[in-house]
């Protein structure tokens, strides 16, 4: 059999960013032993680690490899280094603008409770028991890139401004994909806005209700932002997909980490016009890098989303699926899933166990 050709660029990042993709990508390469998948790795510089050597978060040639390569696996960016930076040269512009070069307007964020970690969580067993819930996060819109921004002097008080701005075009494109990733699970959406005081969210409830019209199967409902925030913590298993904005997304899938017991247990995939970017939803950890405590997880399942959304291989997203939760079933554990009776296991030694547990799935 012809091996499949898949080009990915690789952007570490910073903090604990080389530390699980590292992990990540042994487990992408478990995958293409035994699946006859030719991967030609590029590595290149982002954020803090970019500003360093070339006094840019984003340099274009980094830019320029993300849109060449078939898929692009993110670390983390930032850190206490770079927080004198002026804005405009802040690490995190580099994801602002990734997003926006390469058409990300689909940022899609799973949440789900690993059975064995079930008590891992700070909420009760049978409140997120069996939860599996994605928010849908509109990603280059919004309040973090819409005009007129920035900082004014106004006699002796400085102003800051942001401005919230949708267009009917940008809320059609994440209503569509919302209910159609909905289709093909439990056949529900919420949207969340603010639509009772912001003008702009009354547009997004408006336009989403348009959209639902060429979805009959599927059920919507809506939420304003803050009651959603509390029914994630009070009946989370309620939620199937959450169709939200920018900043709303940004906050309720931080929450929703935390119902599994870990932000280090959140993949994410951002999908759009061009190449499709793949990172854990956790920062760069800058406290804890390079101590070998960090848990790769959430890494190794943005890989799994890569396989199933841009290399076409679901069954063996699933297979890696399948192996974090037998290596969690087999009682092993990061720092910060630490559990009495459990096995305490590195950033490496997380990584080769769900290699081994992969390989022997991937093998029968």
Same mark, same amino acid.
């Not at 700070?122 to 599996?132: F, P």
């Not at 904005?245 to 309720?252: A, E, P, S, T, V």
């Not at 280090?264 to 951002?270: F, I, T, V, Y």
């Given at each position: 059999? &012809?091996?499949?050709?898949?080009?990915?660029?690789?952007?570490? @990042?910073?903090?604990?960013?080389?530390?699980?993709?590292? %992990?990540?990508?042994?487990?992408?390469? +478990?995958?293409?032993?035994?699946?006859? =998948?030719?991967i030609d790795?590029?590595?290149?510089?982002?954020?803090? /680690? /970019?500003?360093?050597?070339?006094?840019?978060?984003?340099?274009?040639?980094?830019?320029?490899?993300?849109?060449?390569?078939?898929?692009?696996?993110?670390?983390?960016?930032?850190?206490?280094?770079? %927080?004198s930076?002026?804005?405009?040269?802040?690490?995190?512009?580099?994801?602002?603008?990734?997003?926006?070069?390469?058409?990300?307007?689909?940022?899609?964020? !799973? +949440?789900?409770?690993?059975?064995?970690? #079930?008590?891992?969580s700070?909420?009760?067993?049978? *409140? #997120?028991?069996?939860?599996?819930l994605?928010?849908?996060?509109?990603?280059?819109?919004?309040?973090?890139?819409g005009?007129?921004?920035? #900082?004014?002097?106004?006699?002796?008080?400085?102003?800051?401004? &942001?401005?919230?701005?949708?267009?009917?075009?940008?809320? %059609?494109?994440?209503?569509?994909?919302a209910?159609?990733?909905?289709?093909?699970?439990?056949? $529900?959406?919420?949207?969340?806005d $603010?639509?009772?005081?912001?003008?702009?969210?009354?547009?997004?409830?408006?336009?989403?209700?348009? *959209? +639902?019209?060429?979805?009959?199967? #599927?059920?919507?409902?809506?939420?304003?932002?803050?009651?959603?925030?509390?029914?994630?913590?009070?009946?989370?298993?309620q939620f199937?997909?959450?169709?939200?904005? &920018?900043?709303?997304?940004?906050?309720?899938?931080?929450?929703?980490a935390?119902?599994?017991g870990?932000?280090?247990?959140?993949?994410?995939?951002?999908?759009?016009?061009y190449t499709?970017m793949? %990172? !854990?939803v956790?920062?760069s950890?800058?406290?804890? /890098?390079?101590?070998?405590? +960090? &848990?790769?997880?959430?890494?190794?399942?943005s890989?799994?989303?890569? =396989?199933?959304?841009?290399f076409?291989?679901?069954?063996?997203?699933?297979?890696?699926?399948?192996?974090?939760?037998? *290596?969690?079933?087999? @009682?092993?554990?990061?720092?910060?899933?630490?559990?009495q009776? $459990?096995?305490r296991?590195s950033?490496?030694?997380?990584?080769?166990?769900?290699?081994?547990?992969?390989?022997?799935?991937?093998?029968?």
């Open positions: 059999m &012809n091996k499949k050709h898949k080009k990915l660029a690789v952007l570490p @990042g910073d903090g604990i960013g080389k530390e699980v993709v590292d %992990e990540a990508l042994k487990v992408m390469n +478990a995958v293409a032993d035994k699946r006859s =998948l030719h790795l590029s590595f290149a510089d982002v954020g803090g /680690a /970019a500003l360093d050597k070339y006094h840019i978060p984003l340099p274009d040639e980094t830019l320029q490899l993300c849109l060449e390569s078939d898929a692009v696996l993110l670390g983390a960016v930032g850190g206490p280094n770079w %927080e930076q002026p804005h405009h040269l802040k690490p995190e512009r580099a994801l602002l603008k990734l997003r926006q070069e390469l058409g990300l307007f689909a940022n899609v964020r !799973p +949440a789900k409770v690993y059975a064995p970690l #079930i008590h891992a700070t909420l009760k067993a049978e *409140v #997120i028991r069996d939860i599996d994605i928010v849908m996060r509109e990603l280059t819109g919004g309040i973090y890139f005009e007129p921004r920035g #900082i004014r002097q106004n006699g002796k008080e400085k102003i800051g401004t &942001n401005t919230l701005v949708y267009s009917s075009s940008e809320i %059609e494109r994440i209503a569509r994909a209910f159609d990733m909905a289709g093909k699970r439990r056949k $529900k959406v919420t949207s969340v $603010k639509a009772n005081v912001l003008d702009s969210m009354q547009l997004w409830r408006d336009v989403v209700c348009e *959209v +639902a019209k060429e979805y009959p199967d #599927i059920e919507l409902n809506h939420l304003y932002v803050d009651n959603c925030a509390m029914q994630l913590v009070r009946n989370p298993g199937d997909i959450i169709l939200t904005g &920018n900043m709303f997304g940004d906050i309720l899938s931080d929450e929703a935390m119902l599994t870990s932000i280090g247990m959140l993949p994410s995939a951002s999908l759009g016009k499709a793949y %990172e !854990p956790h920062g950890a800058p406290d804890i /890098a390079g101590k070998g405590i +960090a &848990n790769p997880i959430a890494t190794i399942a890989v799994a989303m890569m =396989l199933k959304f841009s076409d291989m679901p069954g063996e997203a699933d297979a890696i699926e399948h192996a974090i939760s037998a *290596v969690l079933d087999d @009682g092993y554990r990061t720092p910060d899933l630490m559990e009776g $459990k096995k296991a950033t490496g030694e997380m990584g080769d166990l769900i290699v081994e547990a992969l390989t022997q799935t991937l093998e029968s």
